[in-house]
C-alpha cells in the first residue's frame, strides 16, 4: 500500500508497506496492540467479543473498527490476524437482509448506524485492497447498493442549526437522543461525515464512480458547518478532513486541502489540548479521546505532503511523541485523558482504555507511523520521520537506526547499494541547531530545500551515512486559546517535558535547562525540578487514580 498527495513542490508517495520492515519503539508499540487486539474481547464470539449484540446502538461500528486494526496491523508487521477470517465468514449471519448491520431505518437516516458503516466499509476496504479476496468485495457492494445509495438527497439536509442538535449531552460513546426531519441525530455531532470518508474510500477500491455526486452532496454540507458553534464532535471533524485529502488525491481538486487546511487549523487553535491530544468536542472540554488524536496526526501528516508546509510534519511528530503514544497504555489498547491546559497545569489519566473504539483506531495510528516514516519524491527518499527499520528503495536495502526523538542522530548504514542518481532527504524541523552528515567518517556537502537536508554522494554496499542535528530543551507559548492564561510548556525536540506531582510546581524566573541524554531528563538550574518525557506509559502500570503529571509552566 502506499498513499499520495502532490502538491506545488511535487509529489510526496510513502513507498509502501512492503518495502519497510519496521524496528524499534513503534514494533514495539504495533506488536502490544497486536496482541491486544487478538484477546478474547476482539474475538469473533457473539456478544462477547467484536460481534456486538443485536441492540447495540452503533451497529457496524465495532465490527469495523476491529476490521479496520486487524487488515492494518498484518500489513504493518509479518504476522497474520488469527482471527479475522473467522470474523468474516461469521458477519453475514449477523446483518440484515440487504447486507448491512442493524434495522433498516430509511425514509430515516441514522447517522449512528452510517457513520458505523463508515469504520465498516473503511476495514473491508483495506482487506480487500491488501489481499483481493472477491467475498470482501462482495460486502463492500451491498453496503454501498444497500445503504449507501438510498442516501443520496438526504445529506444535504443533515442538521447542522445548532439551535437544533443536543450539543451539551453525550459521554464517552455517543448515543441517538432525538430525531429532527428524516434524521435520527447522534450527541456524537457530525459523524454522518465519519460515513463520508467510508464512502469515498469505497468509491476508490470498487471505481464507482455514480457515488461522486453522494460524496460531492455530504462535502458540501460538511464544509458548511460552523464546527465551533455546533460543537461538533472532534473525531467525526477530523475524520471528514481526512475524507477531504482522500476526495482530492482522487479528484485532483486542490480546493479541498485548502478547505481542510483552514479547518485543521481551527482545531489547533480551539480542538488540541496542550500535549496534542484533542477536546472530545470543541468548546466541551471532557476527555479526550484517541481516535481523534489518530485523525489529527493522519489529517496533519497528508497536509504536509499536499502542500510541502512543515509546519504539518512538526505537529505529527508533536502529536505522535505526545498524543499518541502517552495514549497508548500497558497493554497495547488506548484510553482517555482529561484536555491538560483547560482547568489547570496537569495532565491526568481518565479512563484506562477505551476498548469499544480506541484501541482498534490506535492499530491505524501505528501503522500509519510506519508507511509516513519513508516518502519517496521522484528519485528521493525522504525521511520525514524518523524510526529504526530495513527499507528496499531504488532496488537497494538500507538499514535505518535512531536515537530520535531524544536526540537528533539518525544513522543510515546501505545493505544494498540503490540505483545511481538516487538520493536520500532528512527532515530539519525547526527545532533542530547545528546539522552535520557524515559518509563513513567524512563530512559531506549537503543542500536544504524546504526544511529537508539531502545529500546525492552515491552510495555503496557497506557504507553508512550519519546525519546529526543539535537537540536542547525550550520553551514554547500554549496553544490553545482556551487554555488557562499565564503558561508555557517545556520540549526537547517534539517531546513536551513534564514531571510527576500532584501540587503545581514553579520554575525560575530564568529558566535555564541542560538534557542529560542517558537519563533521558532535563535539569532545571537552581531547582529541584527534573523533566522527563511524557510518552513513556506503556512501560508503566500508572494508577489513573493517583497520575498527576505537570506540563505547564506558570510565566513569572
Same mark, same amino acid.
Given at each position: 500500500?502506499?498513499?499520495?498527495?502532490?502538491?506545488?513542490?511535487?509529489?510526496?508517495?510513502?513507498?509502501?508497506?512492503?518495502?519497510?520492515?519496521?524496528?524499534?519503539?513503534?514494533?514495539?508499540?504495533?506488536?502490544?496492540?497486536?496482541?491486544?487486539?487478538?484477546?478474547?474481547?476482539?474475538?469473533?464470539?457473539?456478544?462477547?467479543?467484536?460481534?456486538?449484540?443485536?441492540?447495540?446502538?452503533?451497529?457496524?461500528?465495532?465490527?469495523?473498527?476491529?476490521?479496520?486494526?486487524?487488515?492494518?496491523?498484518?500489513?504493518?508487521?509479518?504476522?497474520?490476524?488469527?482471527?479475522?477470517?473467522?470474523?468474516?465468514?461469521?458477519?453475514?449471519?449477523?446483518?440484515?437482509?440487504?447486507?448491512?448491520?442493524?434495522?433498516?431505518?430509511?425514509?430515516?437516516?441514522?447517522?449512528?448506524?452510517?457513520?458505523?458503516?463508515?469504520?465498516?466499509?473503511?476495514?473491508?476496504?483495506?482487506?480487500?485492497?491488501?489481499?483481493?479476496?472477491?467475498?470482501?468485495?462482495?460486502?463492500?457492494?451491498?453496503?454501498?447498493?444497500?445503504?449507501?445509495?438510498?442516501?443520496?438527497?438526504?445529506?444535504?439536509?443533515?442538521?447542522?442549526?445548532?439551535?437544533?442538535?443536543?450539543?451539551?449531552?453525550?459521554?464517552?460513546?455517543?448515543?441517538?437522543?432525538?430525531?429532527?426531519?428524516?434524521?435520527?441525530?447522534?450527541?456524537?455531532?457530525?459523524?454522518?461525515?465519519?460515513?463520508?470518508?467510508?464512502?469515498?474510500?469505497?468509491?476508490?477500491?470498487?471505481?464507482?464512480?455514480?457515488?461522486?455526486?453522494?460524496?460531492?452532496?455530504?462535502?458540501?454540507?460538511?464544509?458548511?458547518?460552523?464546527?465551533?458553534?455546533?460543537?461538533?464532535?472532534?473525531?467525526?471533524?477530523?475524520?471528514?478532513?481526512?475524507?477531504?485529502?482522500?476526495?482530492?488525491?482522487?479528484?485532483?481538486?486542490?480546493?479541498?486541502?485548502?478547505?481542510?487546511?483552514?479547518?485543521?487549523?481551527?482545531?489547533?487553535?480551539?480542538?488540541?489540548?496542550?500535549?496534542?491530544?484533542?477536546?472530545?468536542?470543541?468548546?466541551?472540554?471532557?476527555?479526550?479521546?484517541?481516535?481523534?488524536?489518530?485523525?489529527?496526526?493522519?489529517?496533519?501528516?497528508?497536509?504536509?505532503?499536499?502542500?510541502?508546509?512543515?509546519?504539518?510534519?512538526?505537529?505529527?511528530?508533536?502529536?505522535?511523541?505526545?498524543?499518541?503514544?502517552?495514549?497508548?497504555?500497558?497493554?497495547?489498547?488506548?484510553?482517555?485523558?482529561?484536555?491538560?491546559?483547560?482547568?489547570?497545569?496537569?495532565?491526568?489519566?481518565?479512563?484506562?482504555?477505551?476498548?469499544?473504539?480506541?484501541?482498534?483506531?490506535?492499530?491505524?495510528?501505528?501503522?500509519?507511523?510506519?508507511?509516513?516514516?519513508?516518502?519517496?519524491?521522484?528519485?528521493?527518499?525522504?525521511?520525514?520521520?524518523?524510526?529504526?527499520?530495513?527499507?528496499?528503495?531504488?532496488?537497494?536495502?538500507?538499514?535505518?537506526?535512531?536515537?530520535?526523538?531524544?536526540?537528533?542522530?539518525?544513522?543510515?548504514? /546501505?545493505? $544494498? #547499494?540503490?540505483? &545511481? =542518481?538516487?538520493? %536520500?532527504?532528512?527532515?530539519?524541523?525547526?527545532?533542530?541547531?547545528?546539522? +552535520?552528515?557524515?559518509?563513513?567518517?567524512?563530512?559531506?556537502?549537503?543542500?536544504?530545500?524546504?526544511?529537508?537536508?539531502? /545529500?546525492? $554522494? #552515491?552510495?555503496? &554496499? =557497506?557504507?553508512? %551515512?550519519?546525519?546529526?542535528?543539535?537537540?536542547?530543551?525550550?520553551?514554547? +507559548?500554549?496553544?490553545?486559546?482556551?487554555?488557562?492564561?499565564?503558561?508555557?510548556?517545556?520540549?526537547?525536540?517534539?517531546?513536551?517535558?513534564?514531571?510527576?506531582?500532584?501540587?503545581?510546581?514553579?520554575?525560575?524566573?530564568?529558566?535555564?535547562?541542560?538534557?542529560?541524554?542517558?537519563?533521558?531528563?532535563?535539569?532545571?538550574?537552581?531547582?529541584?525540578?527534573?523533566?522527563?518525557?511524557?510518552?513513556?506509559?506503556?512501560?508503566?502500570?500508572?494508577?489513573?487514580?493517583?497520575?498527576?503529571?505537570?506540563?505547564?509552566?506558570?510565566?513569572?
Amino acid at each position: 500500500m502506499t498513499s499520495a498527495l502532490a502538491g506545488p513542490q511535487g509529489s510526496r508517495n510513502t513507498i509502501g508497506l512492503k518495502n519497510i520492515q519496521i524496528e524499534g519503539d513503534l514494533q514495539k508499540r504495533i506488536l502490544r496492540n497486536f496482541d491486544r487486539l487478538e484477546t478474547k474481547r476482539y474475538q469473533p464470539i457473539e456478544n462477547v467479543g467484536c460481534l456486538r449484540e443485536a441492540k447495540y446502538d452503533w451497529p457496524g461500528d465495532m465490527e469495523g473498527r476491529t476490521i479496520l486494526s486487524l487488515a492494518m496491523l498484518q500489513q504493518a508487521v509479518d504476522r497474520d490476524a488469527v482471527h479475522l477470517q473467522k470474523t468474516i465468514d461469521m458477519l453475514p449471519g449477523r446483518m440484515n437482509n440487504k447486507g448491512y448491520f442493524g434495522k433498516n431505518y430509511f425514509p430515516q437516516c441514522d447517522e449512528q448506524q452510517l457513520s458505523g458503516h463508515g469504520w465498516y466499509l473503511r476495514g473491508l476496504c483495506e482487506l480487500y485492497e491488501d489481499r483481493k479476496d472477491p467475498k470482501v468485495k462482495k460486502m463492500i457492494e451491498d453496503v454501498v447498493n444497500n445503504l449507501v445509495l438510498p442516501t443520496a438527497g438526504k445529506h444535504k439536509s443533515y442538521p447542522i442549526d445548532p439551535a437544533k442538535r443536543e450539543k451539551e449531552k453525550g459521554g464517552y460513546s455517543g448515543e441517538v437522543l432525538n430525531s429532527e426531519g428524516t434524521w435520527r441525530l447522534s450527541t456524537d455531532i457530525g459523524c454522518d461525515f465519519i460515513f463520508m470518508d467510508g464512502v469515498i474510500q469505497a468509491a476508490k477500491v470498487l471505481d464507482r464512480k455514480d457515488l461522486y455526486p453522494i460524496i460531492d452532496e455530504m462535502i458540501a454540507r460538511f464544509l458548511k458547518v460552523d464546527l465551533v458553534a455546533i460543537k461538533a464532535q472532534t473525531h467525526a471533524t477530523l475524520t471528514g478532513l481526512r475524507g477531504l485529502t482522500r476526495y482530492a488525491a482522487m479528484t485532483g481538486d486542490a480546493s479541498l486541502i485548502a478547505e481542510a487546511e483552514e479547518r485543521f487549523n481551527l482545531y489547533v487553535r480551539q480542538g488540541a489540548t496542550e500535549n496534542h491530544m484533542n477536546y472530545n468536542w470543541f468548546g466541551r472540554p471532557t476527555h479526550t479521546e484517541p481516535c481523534a488524536i489518530i485523525d489529527a496526526f493522519m489529517v496533519a501528516t497528508q497536509l504536509w505532503q499536499a502542500t510541502g508546509k512543515t509546519a504539518y510534519l512538526e505537529e505529527s511528530h508533536k502529536i505522535y511523541f505526545n498524543g499518541m503514544a502517552h495514549a497508548q497504555r500497558k497493554n497495547g489498547g488506548f484510553g482517555l485523558e482529561n484536555c491538560s491546559g483547560h482547568e489547570h497545569a496537569f495532565l491526568k489519566i481518565k479512563n484506562l482504555e477505551a476498548w469499544w473504539c480506541c484501541t482498534m483506531r490506535g492499530s491505524e495510528g501505528l501503522m500509519k507511523a510506519v508507511e509516513y516514516s519513508f516518502v519517496q519524491s521522484e528519485n528521493t527518499l525522504m525521511l520525514p520521520f524518523f524510526n529504526d527499520a530495513k527499507i528496499s528503495f531504488n532496488g537497494g536495502k538500507l538499514a535505518v537506526s535512531t536515537d530520535y526523538p531524544y536526540n537528533g542522530v539518525v544513522t543510515v548504514t /546501505v545493505e $544494498k #547499494a540503490p540505483q &545511481a =542518481g538516487t538520493a %536520500l532527504a532528512f527532515f530539519k524541523p525547526s527545532w533542530a541547531g547545528k546539522i +552535520a552528515m557524515t559518509l563513513n567518517g567524512k563530512e559531506q556537502a549537503t543542500t536544504e530545500k524546504d526544511n529537508f537536508i539531502s /545529500v546525492s $554522494k #552515491a552510495l555503496k &554496499a =557497506g557504507d553508512t %551515512l550519519v546525519y546529526t542535528f543539535k537537540q536542547e530543551p525550550y520553551l514554547v +507559548a500554549t496553544h490553545n486559546i482556551h487554555t488557562i492564561k499565564g503558561y508555557q510548556k517545556v520540549y526537547q525536540g517534539p517531546l513536551l517535558l513534564g514531571t510527576m506531582s500532584k501540587k503545581e510546581l514553579a520554575l525560575p524566573n530564568e529558566i535555564k535547562l541542560t538534557w542529560n541524554s542517558e537519563s533521558k531528563t532535563a535539569a532545571v538550574e537552581s531547582s529541584d525540578v527534573t523533566l522527563a518525557p511524557i510518552n513513556d506509559v506503556i512501560d508503566h502500570h500508572y494508577d489513573p487514580k493517583t497520575y498527576s503529571r505537570q506540563i505547564l509552566w506558570k510565566k513569572r
